[in-house]
């Protein structure tokens, strides 16, 4: 076989699928995993395209054309870095290697750092749309060494997914960890954009009672309108499905407790660390976090009391409500993202693309939208949009809407449905829209039992009071 385009090390699902999803589109792929299982598999799935399994990690990289391209699929943290061990003996200067891993940005800003000097093209990128979009078309996000993107580039929007308008899911994000930190924050967006679908269906089931079929109904026709996206499309589905071995709907028969790999926690902190309110996201964290405590909720629930969930008012009526409230509460989540990203671009210097990086997220991804294309045409018209709430489209939608979200709100909290999402961000947008906050008590609070000062809304300085003589 003629020598590949590009080694792939790393062969569980998502790296088997981009190496198919590579051949399919005219690229020799070398493939390899310390597992010989998943070797066997590999190549049994390959069998017949120009696809090869190598069986130790310098073989892979003897069969590859310069400059060598080599894409690492392995779980983050310490196995990167053993491969990366491992390579810095195989490849030369020019050669690319790119971490497609979900990395934690700082670990990737360590990596390029270390290798400084050497030659080696390191760079970090998001891969983003599951097992599907590995085989399909994902989204990229790739960030890192700049000199590596002209080769890249080709292989890469080749094998990603199109928007609507035929443009590549694929564009440079920025220098150093910029990349992986584009995919984190995507993660955290999803977290919450999962979390308040999760909650609009448990508003019709716990305050309205609906069935499971008709719940999908819901959820099918609101993804032809404006909350279009995947996430609500595959939640259609998932509610139209019966166990085949009970006859129930299956949504019923999981367990209602819910894993994390930690990118939607990193984003929470990153907003933490970077003094940007992001609660949104982090209520979506939190929400994994206490559904893990299972034991303990099925305990209290005995203990505790609390309203009966059954809402009296007209049920047509309130579905639109939280159709609405959905919307809404999904615009200051995806405010809350971009404003985490613009506060790393001003710390790092990274020049971040912000229209062009919803522009890669509107196909391919997990948190793919109609929204999305509204995002990129806010940026279009500035750039240096300061949070997305005060763009002129989405300051309309915004007015439209934030009633509704009051009164979904309202009435989850009067019967007892705990909607934290929801709840995070109507608080988020009326602080957002606040000209001043109780801060200056807090303020005084601060100074009266630390002497940390204040400052007065009357002249500049700094100024301290003894408040208990």
Not at 46 to 72: E, F, M, N, Y
Not at 176 to 181: D, K, L, R, Y
Not at 204 to 212: D, K, P, T, V
Request: proline share 4%.
């Amino acid at each position: 076989m003629q020598q590949s385009d590009i080694g792939i090390v790393g062969l569980g699902v998502m790296g088997e699928n981009l190496a198919l999803n590579f051949e399919r589109n005219g690229f020799v792929v070398s493939g390899f995993d310390l597992d010989p299982r998943k070797r066997d598999s590999f190549a049994q799935r390959t069998q017949a395209k120009r696809v090869r399994a190598a069986v130790s990690l310098a073989d892979l990289v003897a069969g590859l054309h310069g400059p060598r391209r080599i894409l690492l699929m392995v779980p983050a943290g310490s196995a990167v870095d053993r491969v990366l061990a491992e390579l810095l003996s195989l490849v030369v200067a020019g050669d690319v290697v790119i971490d497609g891993g979900n990395t934690l940005y700082t670990d990737t800003h360590r990596r390029i750092a270390d290798l400084d000097g050497s030659g080696i093209l390191y760079v970090g990128t998001g891969v983003s749309g599951g097992e599907e979009g590995a085989l399909l078309g994902p989204a990229f996000m790739p960030g890192g060494d700049a000199l590596a993107w002209p080769i890249i580039k080709p292989m890469l929007q080749s094998i990603a997914a199109n928007a609507d308008d035929g443009q590549p899911c694929c564009e440079w994000i920025g220098p150093g960890g910029a990349g992986h930190f584009v995919k984190m924050v995507h993660n955290g967006i999803e977290y919450a954009d999962m979390q308040m679908i999760c909650e609009a269906y448990w508003l019709m089931h716990e305050l309205l009672g609906m069935s499971a079929g008709a719940m999908s109904d819901v959820f099918a026709g609101w993804n032809q309108g404006d909350l279009g996206s995947y996430l609500v499309g595959i939640t259609a589905d998932i509610l139209a499905r019966t166990d085949g071995e009970t006859g129930r709907p299956l949504v019923d028969m999981i367990l209602d407790t819910a894993q994390q790999k930690g990118t939607g926690k990193w984003a929470s902190q990153a907003a933490l660390d970077l003094g940007v309110n992001a609660p949104t996201i982090a209520d979506a964290v939190f929400a994994r976090t206490l559904s893990a405590a299972r034991q303990e909720r099925v305990a209290a629930a005995g203990l505790l009391g609390g309203p009966t969930a059954r809402y009296a008012g007209e049920r047509s009526a309130f579905v639109e409500k939280i159709r609405r409230a959905l919307l809404t509460a999904k615009i200051c989540s995806y405010a809350q993202g971009f404003q985490i990203l613009r506060a790393a671009d001003c710390e790092h210097g990274w020049s971040l693309p912000f229209g062009t990086i919803a522009s890669v997220w509107r196909a391919g991804c997990i948190i793919r939208a109609k929204l999305l294309e509204d995002i990129r045409r806010a940026y279009a018209r500035n750039p240096d949009l300061v949070n997305l709430l005060v763009d002129d489209h989405f300051a309309r939608v915004m007015a439209q809407g934030h009633q509704d979200l009051r009164e979904v709100v309202a009435a989850a909290a009067l019967h007892g449905v705990a909607v934290p999402a929801f709840m995070s961000a109507l608080a988020y947008y009326d602080g957002y829209r606040s000209s001043r906050l109780p801060a200056n008590l807090l303020q005084a609070q601060r100074d009266y039992f630390g002497a940390h000062t204040y400052e007065r809304i009357d002249r500049p300085g700094s100024f301290h009071t003894r408040w208990n003589p």
